[in-house]
């Protein structure tokens, strides 16, 4: 029972997170069909095209009447990096597009001390909230008249600050003289005061707790704005990050998918044409391939960790196995998936087994073979960027890891759009490759 | 001995459920050298069984075939096969489907190239030689299969139902082209097609096959492709003993279907 309940817990925490979010949601959502508007509107006042689909009627449900449209794509990405850069404070973007930054110069507020007299006394504390790594100089005050004396102090943009503002004063809390008031409006022990510059509030034990305003933009720290990114990227570039460039990182990620997938189609093609072609193959084979398939290759991570270590062999092994299984599916459905006709047709032409091998059954299998393939790259890289994660030296996965103990958020969105991007030419490159080599897919 | 011998030939296979089928049985075909055979008959009476026992794909139970004095025992050049549709190799162009029989003779490139030419200017896609197959018509596809078969100069032609998934017009030129190629070549053709126009119009001799078992009903020798040879093949269709014959096959077949329902219905009930 208490393991429901803990799963209860959960998944109400996860539920209310999610309803968090729908009002946001819902914003974009609104966003988009906005756009849209628009872009109906602008082109009704293009000239209007009459190609064939244009003309169609029914559009809602029929398929092949919605294509993507290219400005809603381009807006969509712009927007992206707009929100991105409104809520880092970018400064590829014209100020009045961002989000209400944090609060940054002086200010000020007063604070009463009542003694246990029943005397009470004001005192000022500038406050000066500068940007963090920035050089600041303190606020100089005159102390003042009265019991309670003013203070300077100094905060970094986005934190808080804990301030005993009665430790330079005269009367302190040993002698029961405490805090009541901050700019006039009566504080209590857990209160607090909202002010122009953010808000004061005080502590159980009678201490002042100033906090800036944070406004609505990120630190740096968790989200870099793009700029950041970019120079970054150029940085890296230049003078690599630990000790090896930022080409040998995606280069040893980029040799192991390959050297690894290559490797897995050299053994799973000829083990899919076995168990496409003869019984006894797939018979022995089945039960392997079956329960191999749907094992993660990440779960294999630990095993390959132990027998191989965390060198190259193991990743190059964990990569080998990820491409394995599927190349001998894809290979095993591509030579099932052959029409029997076409066999008999080319044994009634006077083939041979091997020319019915040669000339049918490995050109007909080599569209599965390619769909195939481009499933295994995907994996392999995902894979491989899993396994550098977990121990590498080199990789496009160790450097966001290491990144990310460092809290260097910028090399780590860096290599996170770098690794997409090369995962995405990837699947482009097999793209193009089967388009290329095997252009009577899907035309049987 | 030439021509084709299909003797007392028999077909049982069991099934998983323990029970067996009979898809022939006792069939004995006799067919000279240059005849074209029609098999007709409704679904189930074994007609495409009996041309993939010739083709060789499958081993019958009793009885054996003999082309030109020898015992059939698989598949081989001398029986060419034309089938439905799909079976040509779409990796390949039109002159290299029609090349294949040759090539996997290992026939020397430049005879090979004069063989395919010769036949693309038969079937009338000489300059479509180099297109993808998967470019062409269904009928240009069906086409390209029989010059294929062609290339290889086999001597028994075994088309099952070559014409099948072409539109009606498309069928008739086709159905005037397979008549042209056989009375031109002189090959021995069987073809099994469900219409009996297309039967009647294109069999020397006709055979029309009954169900469970598989066996033959009826056998007939037909004037009809003679005549249509050179000919309109419409005009053969309005010859009184074209219609004639065409009706009684047409209720014999009926019948046979009728009764197939009855049966099962009968053990149903």
Not at chain 1, 361 to 380: D, W
Not at chain 2, 11 to 22: E, T, Y
Not at chain 2, 33 to 48: D, F, N, Q, R
């Amino acid at each position: 029972m208490t393991l429901l309940g803990e799963l209860w817990e959960e998944l109400v925490e996860v539920l209310l997170t999610l309803v968090s979010a729908i009002p946001y949601v819902i914003g974009y959502v609104a966003l988009i069909l906005l756009t849209a508007l628009i872009w109906r509107l602008v082109k009704r006042v293009l000239t209007p095209k009459k190609d064939y689909v244009s003309l169609k009627t029914v559009t809602f449900g029929d398929e092949s009447a919605v294509v993507s449209n290219n400005v809603a794509s381009v807006v969509s990405i712009v927007f992206l990096f707009v929100l991105w850069g409104a809520f880092t404070g970018s400064k590829l973007l014209p100020g009045f597009l961002h989000a209400p930054g944090p609060f940054i110069g002086d200010a000020s507020f007063t604070y009463t001390v009542t003694a246990a007299d029943g005397a009470t006394d004001d005192a000022t504390v500038a406050v000066r909230v500068y940007p963090n790594g920035a050089d600041v100089e303190d606020i100089t005050i005159e102390p003042g008249e009265g019991f309670a004396k003013n203070d300077a102090i100094n905060i970094v943009a986005y934190r808080s600050s804990l301030f005993r503002v009665d430790e330079n004063d005269e009367l302190g809390r040993e002698d029961e003289a405490f805090i009541t008031a901050v700019d006039g409006q009566a504080l209590e022990s857990g209160g607090s005061v909202a002010m122009d510059f953010g808000r004061v509030s005080m502590t159980p034990r009678g201490t002042l707790n100033i906090y800036p305003s944070t406004g609505w933009q990120m630190e740096p720290i968790w989200l870099p704005p793009p700029e950041a990114v970019w120079s970054r990227l150029v940085e890296i570039a230049d003078t690599g990050f630990r000790n090896s460039t930022l080409w040998e990182h995606l280069g040893f990620s980029l040799f192991r998918v390959i050297v690894g997938f290559a490797l897995g189609a050299a053994v799973g093609i000829p083990l899919g044409y076995a168990m496409g072609l003869s019984n006894w193959f797939r018979g022995w084979f089945d039960p392997i391939v079956e329960f191999m398939r749907p094992v993660p290759p990440l779960a294999l991570i630990p095993l390959v960790i132990i027998w191989a270590g965390i060198g190259e062999v193991g990743k190059i092994i964990l990569l080998f196995l990820a491409a394995l299984w599927i190349m001998a599916i894809a290979a095993r459905s591509g030579v099932s998936g052959v029409r029997i006709s076409k066999v008999h047709a080319a044994y009634s032409l006077g083939a041979s087994k091997w020319q019915i091998m040669r000339f049918v059954i490995i050109p007909n299998s080599l569209p599965e073979i390619f769909t195939g393939a481009r499933v295994a790259m995907g994996v392999c890289w995902g894979t491989v960027v899993a396994a550098e994660l977990v121990a590498a030296e080199k990789g496009a996965g160790m450097m966001i890891m290491t990144a990310s103990k460092f809290q260097n958020t910028d090399i780590v969105l860096m290599g996170i759009i770098l690794i997409g991007v090369i995962g995405f030419s990837i699947d482009m490159l097999m793209r193009q490759a089967e388009k290329w080599l095997v252009p009577w897919k899907g035309k049987g | 001995m030439t021509g084709l011998q299909i003797s007392d030939l028999s077909m049982r296979f069991d099934l998983p459920n323990g029970s067996s089928i009979q898809a022939l049985k006792d069939v004995n075909i006799s067919l000279n050298e240059g005849e074209l055979l029609s098999v007709l008959g409704p679904s189930g009476c074994g007609k495409t069984t009996l041309l993939n026992i010739v083709a060789g794909f499958l081993a019958p139970t009793d009885g054996q075939i003999e082309l030109n004095g020898h015992r059939v025992e698989g598949p081989a050049a001398e029986r060419g096969m034309v089938f439905q549709q799909g079976a040509l190799f779409e990796w390949m162009s039109v002159r290299e489907n029609v090349g294949f029989g040759p090539r996997m003779k290992g026939m020397k490139p430049d005879e090979k190239r004069k063989i395919v030419d010769h036949l693309l200017d038969v079937v009338g896609l000489q300059e479509f030689k180099e297109k993808a197959v998967y470019e062409l018509s269904g009928g240009m596809q069906q086409r390209v299969a029989l010059a294929r078969c062609l290339a290889n100069e086999p001597d028994v032609i075994l088309m099952d139902e070559p014409l099948g998934a072409l539109d009606a017009l498309t069928r008739e030129k086709m159905q005037g082209l397979v008549l042209k190629l056989w009375k031109e070549t002189g090959k021995t053709i069987i073809l099994i097609t469900h219409s009996v126009e297309e039967a009647l119009l294109l069999g020397e001799r006709l055979i029309v096959m009954a169900p469970r078992p598989g066996r033959i009903h009826k056998e007939y020798r037909l004037p009809f492709a003679d005549l249509g040879v050179g000919q309109d093949l419409r005009e053969v269709k309005k010859h009184p003993q074209f219609a004639e014959t065409r009706e009684e096959i047409l209720s014999m077949i009926w019948n046979m279907e009728e009764e197939i329902m009855g049966r099962t219905e009968g053990t149903d009930a």
